[in-house]
């Protein structure tokens, strides 16, 4: 089975840094096993991820051209046919809103025709 994927562009004013962004998205969605990985295919070459429902998160910094007000990328995947995203997708702008994060849903992410629904 393959895999679905959503892609978000965040900023949040209470976070320092990577880390502790990830922390709070974490805590905030009750996202379980988040772990720190490193990899060079990360900007600062680290990122975070961990289990939220049926789906796996991904959250590491953005280096995408031309959306620089929201530096903190959260990509979330699952298997296809499930309907577990559009679910998570829900609790994402619902939870990280009322927790006074910025996001926007990318459409199309890191492709010529992106585009960026603000919530």
Same mark, same amino acid.
């Given at each position: 089975? /393959?895999?679905?994927?959503?892609? %978000?562009?965040?900023?949040? /004013?209470?976070?320092?840094?990577?880390?502790? %962004?990830?922390?709070?998205?974490?805590? *905030? #969605?009750?996202? *379980?096993?988040?772990?720190?990985?490193?990899?060079?295919?990360?900007? !600062?070459?680290?990122? %975070?991820?961990? $289990?939220?429902?049926? /789906?796996? #998160?991904?959250?590491?910094?953005?280096?995408?051209?031309?959306?620089?007000?929201?530096?903190?990328?959260?990509?979330?995947?699952? !298997? *296809?046919?499930?309907?577990?995203?559009?679910?998570?997708?829900?609790?994402? $702008? $619902?939870?990280?809103? *009322?927790?006074?994060?910025?996001?926007?849903?990318? !459409?199309? %992410?890191?492709?010529?025709?992106? #585009?960026?629904?603000?919530?």
């Amino acid at each position: 089975m /393959g895999m679905q994927i959503i892609n %978000f562009l965040c900023a949040d /004013g209470q976070s320092r840094d990577l880390s502790d %962004f990830a922390h709070r998205v974490f805590k *905030t #969605l009750d996202v *379980t096993d988040g772990m720190e990985r490193d990899s060079s295919n990360y900007p !600062e070459e680290k990122y %975070f991820v961990g $289990k939220i429902d049926a /789906g796996r #998160l991904m959250v590491a910094l953005s280096d995408v051209a031309g959306f620089d007000d929201l530096p903190y990328w959260l990509s979330v995947n699952t !298997e *296809t046919g499930s309907d577990a995203l559009a679910h998570i997708e829900m609790l994402i $702008k $619902k939870m990280l809103l *009322t927790a006074g994060i910025r996001i926007a849903k990318i !459409e199309n %992410f890191d492709k010529k025709d992106m #585009l960026r629904v603000d919530y």
